[in-house]
Each structure stands twice: as structure tokens, then as C-alpha cells.
């Protein structure tokens, strides 16, 4: 199973938005609406932000929203703010046949 | 309150076997829907999927790794141990235990990680 394809960064200044795509096949993304998209600052672990594609878990803020296109799936950021600064990684189920989970190369969102 | 927390050696000797145990509140493995998963993710590198078990005991493995994995529970002990045979420096990296709960496709909580290093 080859990793989803992210943009190595993205940025944008305070208040504006940043978009980062991610890349599957029809294996993974473009398979199923189980897209997840995790926030990780330096040291720290993983944190969901988005699931379902465009799903937000109690407590993320509504700047954060997701979507999807035939084989990628977006996230994008609103209003940049300091603390969103930090590296985004995509994740798919990857199917039944060959069960599994599969997660993107990652991109550092900067705020400029 | 849901909690994770790995646990291990911190370094390993090339060709040996790592033991992990991740040690988990809040939630059973005995509850329908219920799964922990196990993610590496090597310094400055990306995630990647190892493994998961589910609360009916089946199991799903990387297939890049699956003849290197081994995952199982204790459910009585609220624990999931990966281990993983014939360790490579390129193996070196921060392991992470993962929940995905009620049938869902999504990582909702993460333990903080423990670093393992592959040397001799």
C-alpha cells in the first residue's frame, strides 16, 4: 500500500486560508468516505481534526474543514491562527480485501 | 476518560525482537466496535499503519510488515502488545497506540508515543 500524496508544506499568513490536498487511489480515497486528517505539532502526538471526509470531533474549531473529489480529498484551514501551525497528515481505510489503513506523506502548515 | 500509554524497551539490538504494550482506560476491547491500532512514525518521517485489533479479535496487518507482526490483547488486563521480529535500524522510531471506536475509520485518541532505536 503506497502512501497518500501531500504538497511537502503550505502557508499563509494570519487570517487567511491555507488548502492541503491529499492523494490517494481508488483503492483508498476515492474508495470510501473514510478520509481522517490529524494535526501534529513538534513532539507531540497525532490529533484528529477531521474524519469522514469532512466530519469535525467535538472541540475542533470550524475553521478546520474537509472535502472530496473523485480520489482527493482537502483540507482547509481558515483564518490561519499561530497555533495551527504545525504538520498535517491525511488517512484513508484502504478496503476489506486488503484491510488496512494508510496515511499521507504529511505537510508543515506555517503561519507566516 | 480515555487514555493510552505505550510501553518498551527504548533500544533494541539489530535482528532482535521489540515487544510493545500499549495500556489503555476509559474503554474495553470487550465492547462491540471497539479497536486499537499500532503507528510508527520514524524522526522527521511520516505515519505509518502497522496493525490493528479488534474487539472480536481479529487482526489486520500492514502488508509490508504482516510477516514481521505479531498483535494481541488482554482484555482482562486493558492491554495490546505488538511485537515485531528481526529489528532493523530502519526500524528506529516513535510507536503510537491508537483507539478507533464504535465501527468508525478514525484514530479519535493517540497514546504520547515511545521512541524505540535500533542499534547495536
Known amino acids: 500500500q503506497s502512501a497518500l500524496t501531500q504538497p511537502p508544506s503550505a502557508s499563509g499568513s494570519p487570517g487567511q486560508s491555507v488548502t492541503i490536498s491529499c492523494t490517494g487511489t481508488?483503492?483508498?480515497?476515492?474508495?470510501?468516505?473514510?478520509v481522517s486528517w490529524y494535526q501534529q505539532h513538534p513532539g507531540k502526538a497525532p490529533k484528529l481534526m477531521i474524519y469522514?471526509?469532512?466530519k469535525r470531533p467535538s472541540g475542533v474549531p470550524d475553521r478546520f474543514s474537509g472535502s472530496k473529489s473523485g480520489n482527493t480529498a482537502s483540507l482547509t484551514v481558515s483564518g490561519l491562527q499561530a497555533e495551527d501551525e504545525a504538520d498535517y497528515y491525511c488517512?484513508?481505510?484502504?478496503?476489506?480485501?486488503?484491510?488496512?489503513?494508510?496515511f499521507g506523506t504529511g505537510t508543515k502548515v506555517t503561519v507566516l | 476518560q480515555v487514555t493510552l500509554r505505550e510501553s518498551g524497551p527504548a533500544l533494541v539490538k539489530p535482528t532482535q525482537t521489540l515487544t510493545l504494550t500499549c495500556t489503555f482506560s476509559?474503554?474495553?476491547?470487550?465492547?462491540?466496535?471497539?479497536?486499537v491500532s499500532w503507528v510508527r512514525q520514524p524522526p522527521g518521517k511520516a505515519l505509518e499503519w502497522l496493525a490493528l485489533?479488534?474487539?472480536?479479535?481479529?487482526?489486520y496487518y500492514s502488508t509490508s510488515l504482516k510477516t514481521r507482526l505479531t498483535i494481541s490483547k488482554d482484555t482482562s488486563k486493558n492491554q495490546v502488545v505488538l511485537t515485531m521480529t528481526n529489528m532493523d535500524p530502519v526500524d528506529t522510531a516513535t510507536y503510537y497506540c491508537?483507539?478507533?471506536?464504535?465501527?468508525?475509520?478514525?484514530?479519535?485518541?493517540w497514546g504520547q508515543g515511545t521512541l524505540v532505536t535500533v542499534s547495536s
Open positions: 469522514e471526509v469532512s
Open positions: 481508488s483503492s483508498d480515497v476515492g474508495g470510501y468516505n473514510y
Open positions: 491508537a483507539r478507533i471506536s464504535d465501527g468508525d475509520y478514525q484514530f479519535d485518541y
Open positions: 476509559g474503554f474495553s476491547l470487550s465492547t462491540s466496535g471497539m479497536c
Open positions: 488517512s484513508s481505510y484502504a478496503g476489506s480485501n486488503n484491510f488496512g489503513y494508510v
Open positions: 485489533i479488534d474487539w472480536d479479535d481479529d487482526k
